[in-house]
């Protein structure tokens, strides 16, 4: 059945070819095993196209204590070829959703600052950097972003 971490992070690979950073699908592997995390996943027809993780917010860049009105994205990919079609926005939209039903009133995530498509995708979602900056595991320069959202009531 589509919708497990494997079928997920095989759409975050094919999404990332090339690009991904060493050792980054065993991490999105084991914080999706998280009791905290959802991982959500875009299904059309059988095939899984695009996914996200929302994990419970942490202090220290997630090696810290869990923050309580915090929920950080990590993973968002998207298929190549469903890239552009609104899929990645319907994705925030639900991490979004389920964050304020868990009582979070923000969300964070960290981006590439050379992926001007997923910066844009963030910005048009409500999510702006927050003026930290640091380098992921293979040396690329990375944007913290965040959005303060609304609860659901």
């Known amino acids: 059945m589509p919708g497990d971490i494997d079928d997920a992070i095989a759409v975050w690979a094919e999404a990332n070819v090339g690009s991904e950073p060493p050792g ?3 991490r999105l592997r084991a914080w999706a095993a998280d009791p905290g995390a959802l991982l959500i996943v875009a299904i059309e027809g059988t ?3 695009g996914m996200v993780l929302l994990l419970a917010g942490r202090a220290d860049d997630g090696a810290g204590p869990l923050i309580a009105d915090l929920g950080h994205l ?3 990919a998207v298929l190549p070829d469903r890239q552009g079609q609104g899929v990645g926005g319907r994705l925030l939209v639900a991490a979004e959703t389920a964050a304020a039903s868990a009582s979070r009133r923000r969300m964070t995530a960290w981006v590439r600052t050379t992926n001007q498509a997923s910066l844009r995708l963030f910005a048009r979602n409500g999510f702006g950097p927050v003026g930290r900056e640091l380098q992921d595991s293979s040396g690329m320069r990375m944007s913290l972003l965040q959005k303060w959202i609304c ?3």
Request: neutral net charge; glycine residues 8%.
């Open 24 to 26: 980054h699908a065993a």
């Open 74 to 76: 990590t993973g968002l």
């Open 47 to 49: 095939t899984i196209a």
């Open 151 to 153: 609860a659901i009531s």
